[in-house]
């Protein structure tokens, strides 16, 4: 890859911080509300938290900016 | 099982494309909120802006064909292992588990991982060195330009029709799973694959398989997860399923090891010897497909370097070897955490009893996986599941098209059509056999679907080149003796056995027993033995003609044959960098997961 291009794992942290925001906003609107099914477990929020976490580190880290 | 599949393997005995939606329920399983819908979408534009901020990127034919050959290891890597995890795969294998237990985990372990590192240690090299752009190609290096055509034709057939087989797959599934419009997926699909392959070319569909295998994994890896905690752990599992059966709640059968049953055909319920698993699946067909189906090759071709196109499968490996925790460990657990709405426990039938029973309610074995989803995603997180899905069905069918275009171009246009035209002419017909690919695609599509009795045939053409090629290909790489009517004849001979030994079963289904040699064998046993049979034939024929032709001088065979390639020497590297290293534990992670599940 040349240095200036943006890199494979930029796109994916875009696209994981995204995922990520909106299943844990979702998550924390259904304890808000009560609505939580149960065998879920809450997996809306520890699994969009770690979506949302993981998408941050790959769209900071592997920001173009940093390789141009 | 097609599409994804990988072809030949899928040909192995995974459940026929067919019955796949024979069996699958009338009424969708699953019903989309707005949120879900919000994901899908999101992902379509992401595929859309990689392929064009990728267009740029994709200006000369080694750019658009072989994405500059500038993918890392990890890139590579994972672009090579989520060629071959496609949804149908998924739901397939769980359906699978569910019913015949953890001997599905087979085509996943023995049935790949040998032939992966097997590919990545000692066969890359001589792809890499020669500096071929296709499987094809290294047969016109090495036997010349006749068998090279030959296996240039079948695959560009058989690969664009696979791409149409995928595509319907794919909106049959949407149709059945969310009740979405079969026309409308099929137009969707194809507009965003033909739009990001015919801009990026193989750069762009490599993002989107990479892009695929973290969806996949994101969308999948809550299921078991949950299942596990729901059952209390693998030892709750198993004590719910022992419950199950004593109860007579659930089929008898060992649902948890998966070589115990193996000394006999009758002793497990699909029907196979351990002889068939090892040199059957676990060398003719996973070797066949693994080391010469262009479509996985490709991804590795494409490395940066030699350690990288190394090191490329055995990552792959890695991720390999952990798929059945998202794939047969769903449909493991369904056996004992799926509940009807009454509460009692929910028993999946097969294709046949569904069809039968029209409105009954009844689910296939097949739908286990989106049964699971449906559990335990909610809203939201079902949608990264669905998007999952798509996403692999999309990657397969740009993966099929992106080999399509780059065989077509170099391996049948170039030599045969336009032979001395500049390169940005080569670009324009690739970008140009990529929509023409996708339209065929499209024709194909709408032919399956008014005959859906072709899927299977489809599948089983496949099978019929992947083992021959195998043993062409092998010897041509390690034996200087082997001759161009060597390779030839072994091609054609080996196909010939493969397309008569299938025939004589089909009109026959009694030849069973000779086939796989116990009149206690099944479907599965037969593709197996088949494969063995066609490779050990392709060999066989390939050296007796090699040994009364004439040889190619050894100054032919640099950089295509063992013992007259000269290997780049490769810098020194940390131990945790090295490709052996790697391998070494990938091969110790292999042997410790058959003998804990033994």
Redesign the interface.
């Known amino acids: ?2 240095s200036t ?2 890199p ?1 794992w930029f ?2 942290g ?3 911080i ?2 990520g925001a ?2 844990l906003g ?2 924390l609107y ?1 304890l808000g509300t009560g609505t ?2 149960v ?3 809450h ?2 929020i520890w ?2 938290g770690l ?1 949302l976490a993981l998408g941050l580190f790959y769209g900071v880290r592997f920001r173009p900016s940093r390789n141009g | 099982m097609f599409g994804l599949v990988p072809h030949a393997i899928s040909a192995a005995g995974s459940p026929s494309a067919a019955a796949l939606f024979a069996g699958l329920g009338a009424p969708s399983l699953a019903h989309l909120r707005p949120l879900d819908i919000a994901v899908i979408a999101i992902y379509f534009v992401m595929v859309i802006w990689i392929g064009f901020y990728l267009k740029s990127k994709a200006n000369t034919s080694e750019e658009f064909f072989m994405a500059g050959r500038e993918m890392t290891a990890w890139i590579a890597g994972l672009s090579f292992v989520s060629a071959n995890l496609g949804s149908l795969e998924l739901m397939g294998w769980a359906g699978s588990a569910y019913q015949y237990g953890i001997l599905a985990a087979h085509w996943y372990w023995i049935g790949a991982i040998p032939a992966m590192l097997f590919l990545g240690m000692v066969m890359m090299p001589f792809y890499y060195v020669c500096k071929t752009h296709s499987v094809p190609g290294y047969l016109k290096l090495r036997y010349g330009q006749g068998s090279s055509t030959v296996a240039a034709v079948s695959f560009a057939f058989m690969t664009v029709l696979m791409s149409g087989v995928n595509m319907f797959a794919m909106a049959e599934v949407m149709k059945i799973v969310l009740g979405w419009d079969l026309n409308f997926s099929i137009i969707v699909s194809s507009l965003a694959v033909a739009a990001y392959v015919a801009l990026g070319g193989l750069r762009s569909a490599i993002f989107n398989e990479v892009l695929q295998f973290v969806l996949i994994w994101g969308g999948a890896l809550l299921v078991p997860i949950l299942g596990l905690v729901e059952t209390g752990g693998w030892t709750g599992f198993k004590a719910r399923l022992a419950q199950n059966i004593a109860n007579g709640v659930t089929p008898a059968g060992d649902y948890t090891h998966m070589w115990r049953s193996m000394g006999h055909f009758a002793d497990n319920p699909m029907g196979i010897h351990w002889t068939g698993i090892v040199f059957g699946l676990g060398f003719a067909i996973s070797f066949g497909y693994w080391t010469t189906d262009f479509l996985v090759v490709q991804r590795v071709l494409a490395a940066n370097s030699l350690r990288s196109a190394r090191l490329a499968p055995v990552i792959g490996s890695f991720f390999k070897m952990a798929v059945p925790f998202i794939v047969i460990l769903p449909g493991l657990l369904g056996l004992v955490v799926l509940q009807n709405s009454d509460g009692s426990l929910m028993h999946l039938v097969g294709e046949n009893v569904v069809a039968a029973h029209p409105g009954a309610g009844l689910h296939s074995y097949n739908e286990v996986l989106p049964l699971m989803m449906v559990r335990y995603l909610g809203p939201g997180l079902l949608g990264l599941g669905i998007t999952a899905l798509i996403a692999g069905f999309m990657s397969g069918m740009a993966g099929n098209v992106s080999a399509f275009t780059a065989i077509f171009t170099y391996d049948i246009y170039q030599p045969h059509i336009v032979k001395h035209a500049r390169d940005e002419h080569y670009v324009l017909v690739g970008r140009i056999v990529t929509i023409v690919g996708v339209i065929i695609s499209i024709g194909a599509a709408y032919l399956v679907m008014n005959a859906a009795g072709i899927m299977d045939y489809v599948q089983a053409l496949f099978s019929f080149f992947i083992s021959p090629l195998l043993g062409v290909v092998l010897l041509g790489m390690f034996w200087k003796r082997a001759t161009r009517q060597g390779g030839f004849w072994g091609l054609l001979i080996g196909t010939l056995t493969s397309i008569g030994l299938w025939a004589w079963v089909k009109a026959d289904p009694s030849a069973l027993r000779y086939v796989a040699i116990s009149p206690d064998a099944k479907d599965m046993a037969e593709n197996m033995y088949r494969a063995l049979w066609s490779v050990s034939t392709s060999v066989g024929v390939n050296v007796i003609v090699s040994l009364f032709t004439k040889p190619k001088p050894l100054s032919e065979l640099t950089s295509v044959v063992y013992g007259v390639t000269p290997l780049p020497t490769e810098e020194p590297v940390p131990l945790y960098k090295n490709e052996w290293f790697w391998t070494a534990i990938a091969i110790v992670i292999f042997f410790a997961l058959n003998i804990y599940f033994w």
């Open positions: 890859m040349h291009d943006i494979i796109f994916i875009v696209l994981l995204a995922y909106l299943i979702y998550g259904e939580m099914a065998q879920n477990y997996a809306s699994w969009g979506l």
